[in-house]
């Protein structure tokens, strides 16, 4: 009788912290992971095409009025807050007078604005984990779209934690003190995507 081989071990497992190095290591299996406090995790499965279509016209929008004064870019990239802390928001928004934190290797440091648009996989991450690390590093305004409600969270950092200043929707213009170029409603986002067959 044989013994049966030892399966053989997962390289994505470390013993914890998982550093960034590690991530940059990790093989190309198709799926985007972040770091979360030095622990890897998986975002699975990919965001609907809803979601995609949320996240491109609210970019569009922001390029629309802020591209003299901020720099946009929409996921997939690596947000450096730390070696143990890598973040992916599907929009980030960066003053160009603090261009200095974007590099080879993603953002290093914290964004002026991030954005998370809500997907039914993500709503826990991004309302509770996210929200956590985002006032840890100090980032001082974070939004959080409500796809299903049609409407848009807006957190402002202070002393150190995340305070609700604002909920838009329907033709409510959002406006944002640290983005005073900002310039859209809810109802003008969730218009502008087509009706989809299978949602």
């Known amino acids: 009788m044989t013994k049966d081989k030892p399966s053989k071990p997962d390289n994505r497992i470390k013993e914890q912290p998982v550093t960034y190095d590690d991530y940059a290591r990790l093989p ?15 975002l699975t499965p ?3 095409a809803v979601h995609q279509l949320v996240v491109q016209q609210i970019e569009h929008r922001m390029l629309q009025k802020c591209a003299s004064d901020f720099i946009v870019i929409s996921s997939p990239i690596d947000v450096i807050l730390s070696e143990t802390e890598v973040r992916q ?11 200095s934190i974007i590099t080879k290797r993603g953002i290093e ?3 002026d604005l991030v954005v998370e648009v809500l997907s039914p996989f993500s709503a826990k991450r991004d ?3 996210k929200l956590h690390a985002y006032a840890k590093y100090a980032i001082p305004e974070y939004w959080i779209v409500d796809v299903n409600n049609e409407l848009l969270e ?16 329907e033709d409510k213009p959002v406006v944002s003190k640290q ?11 969730i218009e502008s995507i087509p009706e989809l067959p299978n949602f």
Do not use: H, W
């Open 28 to 42: 190309d299996d198709g799926i985007r992971y972040e770091i979360n406090n030095g622990q890897l995790e998986a």
């Open 127 to 129: 309302r509770q984990k």
């Open 46 to 48: 990919g965001p609907n």
């Open 109 to 111: 440091g914290p964004p």
């Open 89 to 99: 928001p599907d929009i980030v928004m960066i003053r160009r007078d603090r261009l």
């Open 154 to 169: 807006l957190y402002v950092l202070t002393k150190e934690q995340y305070t609700l200043q604002e909920v838009y929707f």
């Open 179 to 189: 983005i005073p170029c900002i310039s859209f409603t809810m109802q003008e986002i």
